[in-house]
């Protein structure tokens, strides 16, 4: 892990930083000033040096070129000692062009600093013709010819003592202009960055949630526009959270009433449940207490039946031999009718009765896991409208339409008959006067190899809004009415274990259907 | 057009003739402007007819087998160079010009014209100036005989010719330091002993420092400090020696024309340097 270097607090501070910024700035172009200052003038002075020192040399070439043309070295030698006198000049030699020395001066002197040497060719006058040439007009000759050589040696030392002194005159001077620049700077940049300072605290104050604070800056320039944007915006954001302050008591309100209304609605489901659950356990033992009667009721349906076949015969002997009789204040003939339908009637019914039970224990307690393969649908649909026999209204007609040659397919005879009773029971509660038609038909789809069941009515519809919500648990319209919500959930949650689909369409006033589609295991057989 | 053939061939053949036959030979030692002028003197007064030949256009010239195949009259010679081969011969008589080293050998047919003007009018210009002693410098190999005619002229003239003699053009400067004090007038003379290209300054000067007028011989010398210059003209030269040429060509024997000095003299002043010396313009009213 790289550690950052941390930063003080003051390197933090906008002015600070300008500060810093601007005295580096300027310090870096003192510098750079100053070194372009010293090194210009050093070579300047060096240069004038080397300009002074040609030039003496020159002049003295210049003076020295009669002497030397006449090798009068007494004069020359006087020519050289007044060029040394020059506080510069270190040594000065004076020689023809054979080499031959003619004069030489030099001074005692320690160079120190370096020296220059200076070499000047000691000529001849150029442009001035022989009186020959002169007289027979000849042209000049411009060439000039070399009679000797005067070397000059100059003491530089002088340009490093100037160069000192200017690097530190320069350093002097450099280092009280940034003071002052500095100082200035400072000055300036307080006065300027103090409305900045403002701002910040006002924005700060703002930031840490005080939104009825302000940013008090008086000025009309940019950070005068910028304080009152700050300030229109902390005084929006106030009014904001005063309103968000409202709404949130309101909402929390809201939602207290909305759990209570849940809360209500839980409960009663609960309490529908509950009384479900009993009401399972009270038709269990209903059944087991109807069911003893009953069979002893069909037993002895059974029993008449038989005494009255055998008994039959004979009466018709009595009948025959001795003419008309009553039985039960009947003449024999209607008696004997009456007996026989009425005998076989107590059986029907009690079987009737017997069915009707075994389908409610079926219904609450049947075995709800266990899946045939040998459903048969049309079966399911039977069993599932004996047990709403006794919920039929009169008014709505339930109208049958089982297919033939439907194949049978895999599954549990319970759960079907489930979803079926809970989309019947549906279908006849979706007329709001207790009048309509409901059908309900079956039919095998031998291309796709699925059962189709088709439950119609032609009541009053769901609303869009319904229909989206549908599939939810515990949603339902007729909680007032008893439902408990789940009863499509679960269907729904039935026909998809069995690999099928529950799909349902309605329209508006025109009725709702239902469509039951369960697959066929092995095709059709 | 045989006949036209024939005219043809007779045309060629005689053509060279009348170009071979001429008088005058013009031997010119160099091609120079100051020359040309001098030979153009020459046309100018003799009429004769004359070939140019410029000897720096060759390495050696034949001068012998020239005389003896072309026969010219008369030799003019411009410059030493060119008297110094026309001297070699002796049979066709030569003037000359331009020649600053002229030394005719006596009893050659050789004469004309000096490039020295006659001391005497150097000596009036020194009169008009005021000056009573003039220093000069010579060398007594070159211009010695020069300065012995002038010496008599000065004294007709009642000048003091002060004379210093050098040798060699280095001896110049120490002759100058020992006229300091001692003249009141400086005379340059063209002798290339005395007055070299190194040394010519030290006339100025010496003129400058003793404030003394310097008289030369040329009008270049007036821009470096020469208060005065007698020049010669060298259009005139040509022109005096043409007229000698026809003279000669005249039948006029070469002895008897004795070597003559520049007839006409160009003086010229510079008005500066005679003011500050506080000198007349000679000849200025």
């Known amino acids: 892990m790289i550690r950052r270097p941390r930063i003080p607090h003051a390197a933090k501070n906008f002015r600070f930083r300008i500060y810093f910024i601007f005295t580096v700035t300027i310090a870096l172009l003192t510098a750079a000033f100053a070194c372009f200052y010293v090194i210009t003038e050093v070579n300047g002075y060096r240069s004038t040096m080397e300009r002074e020192g040609r030039l003496l040399a020159t002049v003295l070439a ?151 604070a302000r940013v008090s800056l008086e000025s009309d320039d940019e950070l005068g526009r910028a304080s009152n ?100 204040g009947l003449p024999f003939q209607q008696a004997r009718g009456a007996l026989t339908e009425n005998a076989g009637k107590i059986v029907e019914n009690s079987e009737r009765i017997a069915r009707v039970i075994q389908g409610l224990r079926d219904y609450g307690v049947g075995d709800r896991a266990r899946l045939r393969p040998d459903l048969q649908i049309n079966a399911a649909v039977e069993s599932a409208l004996s047990v709403l026999a006794c919920q039929m209204q009169k008014d709505i007609q339930l109208k049958t339409v089982l297919g033939s040659n439907i194949p049978v397919i895999t599954g549990n005879q319970h759960q079907v008959e489930q979803v079926l009773i809970n989309l019947i029971l549906n279908a006849m509660q979706a007329f709001p006067d207790g009048r309509g038609e409901v059908v309900l038909s079956t039919r095998y789809e031998a291309r796709v190899s699925e059962v189709v069941i088709d439950i119609e009515d032609n009541g009053v519809g769901i609303s869009a809004e319904t229909m989206e919500r549908l599939f939810e648990p515990f949603y339902s319209t007729k909680l007032d009415r008893g439902g408990s919500g789940l009863g499509l959930y679960i269907s729904h949650y039935i026909v998809a274990e069995h690999g099928g689909r529950l799909q349902l369409s309605s329209r508006a006033e025109r009725g709702t259907r239902a469509r039951v589609i369960l697959p066929v295991a092995d095709g059709p057989s | 057009m045989q006949l036209l053939k024939t005219l043809l061939v007779l045309l060629l053949i005689s053509a060279p003739l009348p170009a071979l036959a001429y008088d005058v030979l013009v031997l010119q030692s160099l091609r120079e402007k100051g020359y040309d002028q001098a030979v153009k003197g020459v046309k100018r007064e003799c009429a004769a007819s004359m070939r140019t030949v410029i000897l720096s256009d060759y390495v050696e010239i034949d001068l012998t087998r020239i005389l003896r195949e072309e026969h010219p009259r008369l030799i003019v010679a411009v410059g030493d160079r060119a008297l110094e081969v026309a001297e070699k011969q002796r049979h066709t008589p030569v003037l000359y010009m331009m020649a600053l080293h002229a030394k005719p050998r006596p009893g050659a047919p050789v004469t004309g014209v000096g490039m020295l003007l006659e001391p005497h009018r150097y000596f009036s210009v020194f009169d008009s100036l005021g000056s009573r002693r003039v220093g000069v410098i010579c060398d007594p190999a070159r211009t010695g005989a020069y300065v012995k005619r002038a010496q008599s002229a000065a004294r007709r003239s009642g000048i003091d010719l002060v004379v210093r003699e050098v040798r060699s053009p280095k001896e110049t400067l120490a002759m100058l330091e020992s006229l300091r004090g001692k003249v009141d007038g400086l005379w340059m003379l063209p002798d290339i002993t005395a007055v070299s290209a190194e040394t010519t300054e030290a006339y100025f000067l010496f003129s400058q420092g003793e404030r003394v007028p310097l008289v030369s011989f040329a009008d270049i010398y007036l821009s470096m400090g020469g208060a005065v210059s007698l020049a010669i003209d060298r259009y005139d030269i040509g022109r005096q020696l043409g007229s000698m040429a026809q003279s000669v060509l005249e039948g006029t024997p070469v002895d008897d024309i004795p070597v003559q000095a520049p007839r006409r003299v160009q003086m010229k002043v510079n008005e500066g340097v005679l003011r500050r010396l506080k000198l007349p313009v000679p000849g200025g009213g």
């Open chain 1, 62 to 212: 210049q003076n020295a070129r009669l002497p030397l043309f006449a090798e009068n070295q007494e004069a020359l030698g006087l020519l050289a000692a007044g060029t040394a006198r020059y506080p510069s000049v270190l040594y000065v030699t004076i020689s023809d062009n054979e080499g031959r020395l003619l004069a030489e001066v030099s001074n005692p002197r320690d160079p120190g600093g370096g020296t220059i040497d200076m070499h000047v060719d000691v000529t001849s006058p150029g442009l001035v013709s022989s009186p020959e040439a002169v007289l027979l007009g000849h042209a000049p000759v411009v060439e000039k010819r070399v009679i000797g050589k005067v070397h000059l040696r100059l003491d530089t030392s002088s340009a490093q003592e100037r160069l000192k002194k200017l690097v530190a005159a320069t350093l002097a001077i450099g280092t009280l202009f940034w003071l002052v620049v500095s100082l200035l700077s400072y000055q300036v940049l307080k006065r300027v960055t103090a409305s900045f300072n403002q701002l910040m605290r006002g924005i700060e104050d703002i930031g840490s949630g005080n939104l009825s």
């Open chain 1, 229 to 328: 944007a700050i300030n229109s915006m902390a005084a929006s954001l106030e009014l904001r959270e005063l309103e968000n302050l409202s709404l949130q008591e309101e909402l929390i309100k809201a939602m207290r009433l909305e759990v209570q209304e849940e809360k209500k609605r839980v409960m009663a489901r609960l309490i529908h449940t509950n009384k479900m659950t009993s009401l399972g356990l009270l038709l269990s033992s209903m059944a087991h207490e109807i069911n003893n009667p009953n069979a002893s009721i069909r037993f002895s349906g059974h029993i008449i039946s038989k005494i009255w076949t055998d008994a039959v015969p004979l009466l018709d002997g009595v009948w025959r031999d001795e003419g008309e009789f009553y039985l039960g």
